[in-house]
């Protein structure tokens, strides 16, 4: 049974292969993996926001794509963790999708490459003291991700592309901490293409 078919458009790498991002052997006994260093290609002058709300973009990506990693690929530690990269559906959403890796028994292994980052539109809120919204999207490499069942077979979209979309809305409720930034929800599919670079 596959995961991710359930919840289409709430857990981002979960509806791309089931995660795409595990950097373990699912073993909950052992603590979580050390995070992927990441490249992000420089800002373009086509990006959205002055340099220093991309830079808190592009870290507040990172460090998602690190608890994401982290939580598949051990989603039997403690989930706390999850409150400091997503909120709201997002974060309840990664906590019922470890839930199923575990009690399925599916292990992930392999690493999500975050290749492009582009920020598309960084939104201060209309309400004084209302939180800063942004929409940002990824290309990424997951060809080398797997996810396996318990009888050895495959647990990712056959069709998968090696290269795929994620469109993140995130948005942060203290404007002036740049490291205040949520992802709210996230997009993609496991046939959905990068966009041209």
Do not use: H
Not at 38 to 49: D, E, H, Y
Not at 59 to 78: E, L
Not at 106 to 118: C, N, P, Q, Y
């Amino acid at each position: 049974m596959q995961v991710w078919a359930r919840r289409e458009a709430a857990t981002v790498w979960a509806a791309m292969v089931l995660l795409a991002v595990g950097c373990g052997t699912g073993d909950a006994s052992g603590p979580g993996p050390t995070p992927t260093a990441v490249t992000v290609a420089p800002p373009s002058t086509t990006q959205a926001g002055t340099a220093a709300e991309q830079a808190a973009l592009t870290d507040a990506i990172t460090r998602y794509q690190s608890v994401y990693s982290s939580v598949y690929a051990n989603p039997r530690q403690d989930l706390a963790i999850v409150d400091t990269v997503a909120a709201g559906e997002e974060a309840a959403s990664l906590r019922d999708q470890a839930a199923q890796v575990a009690a399925q028994g599916i292990v992930v292994t392999g690493a999500i490459k975050l290749l492009r980052l582009r920020v598309d539109s960084v939104s201060p809120s209309p309400v004084a003291g209302g939180p800063t919204a942004a929409n940002v999207t990824t290309c990424n490499d997951v060809s080398g991700t797997t996810a396996t069942n318990p009888d050895g077979s495959s647990n990712l979209n056959p069709n998968r592309l090696s290269q795929t979309k994620t469109t993140f809305q995130l948005q942060n409720p203290t404007p002036a901490d740049p490291a205040g930034w949520r992802v709210i929800q996230g997009r993609s599919g496991p046939t959905i293409p990068c966009d041209p670079s």
